[in-house]
């Protein structure tokens, strides 16, 4: 089965800093990846997604960068903030299936 | 848009009771999702439904049933509470065309407990 996994569970960066959260994947019929976000006693919320025809996609402050040969997919924030402190979430699906695989999550503490 | 809703945010039960979670979504989408969240643990699907009127299995089905009578509701019902059942329960919708490449929007859990 496909395992979805994150490097590191707890993330501590200093406000201003950039982050970079890693994600990693083993089936290589995937080709559509998402992050999400998730605050404290709130629901996951969508931050960006990539297809895998691109290594490379940039949001307000956010990029995703995916590396299909070794099956890798991170997320960059740029100038962390306060407000960027919550669990972040990679999503792997694939268009030819229904059921999706979602990491375990990374929590992102930001430090004052 | 409120999104997708679900009722009610906190529920205590105790083993053996039923009762029934509602998700409602405004946004016409097509899909629509159940999962369950442990702690230290990603999100599970439970159920999910690609339309009105119907259902499918998704990985930890066991003990839970669902209803999609209306293409804007999902229901999940659990006929026998279990200990095992205790976690935060997560609706989502999508639009069509494979859940697979599309996001999923979420509403912000219920948080039930079995005693």
């Known amino acids: 089965g496909e395992s979805v996994g994150l490097h590191l569970p707890t993330l501590s960066v200093q406000e201003g800093d950039n982050s970079i959260i890693n994600c990693a994947y083993s089936n290589s019929a995937s080709d559509y990846f998402i992050w999400y976000k998730q605050e404290s006693g709130k629901g996951p919320q969508f931050i960006i997604d990539?297809?895998?025809?691109?290594d490379k996609r940039q949001g307000q402050r956010v990029t995703v960068l995916l590396n299909k040969t070794v099956k890798h997919l991170s997320l960059q924030i740029a100038a962390t903030q306060p407000g960027d402190s919550a669990v972040y979430f990679c999503r792997v699906g694939d268009t030819g299936r229904r059921a999706l695989t979602f990491g375990s999550g990374t929590r992102l503490q930001v430090q004052p | 848009n409120a999104g997708v809703t679900q009722t009610p945010k906190f529920r205590v039960l105790k083993t053996g009771q039923s009762m029934t979670l509602l998700c409602a979504q405004d946004m016409n989408h097509e899909y629509m999702y159940w999962y369950r969240q442990d702690p230290g643990m990603g999100l599970r699907l439970i159920h999910y439904s690609v339309g009105e009127g119907t259902t499918a299995k998704g990985e930890v089905p066991d003990g839970y049933n669902v209803s999609r009578l209306k293409k804007q509701n999902f229901l999940l019902g659990l006929e026998s509470a279990a200990p095992s059942q205790t976690s935060v329960y997560f609706c989502?919708?999508?639009?069509?065309?494979?859940?697979?490449?599309?996001?999923?929007?979420f509403g912000d859990g219920t948080r039930l407990s079995i005693l």
């Open positions: 989502a919708s999508s639009y069509s065309g494979g859940s697979g490449n599309q996001p999923q929007h």
């Open positions: 990539i297809r895998s025809n691109m």
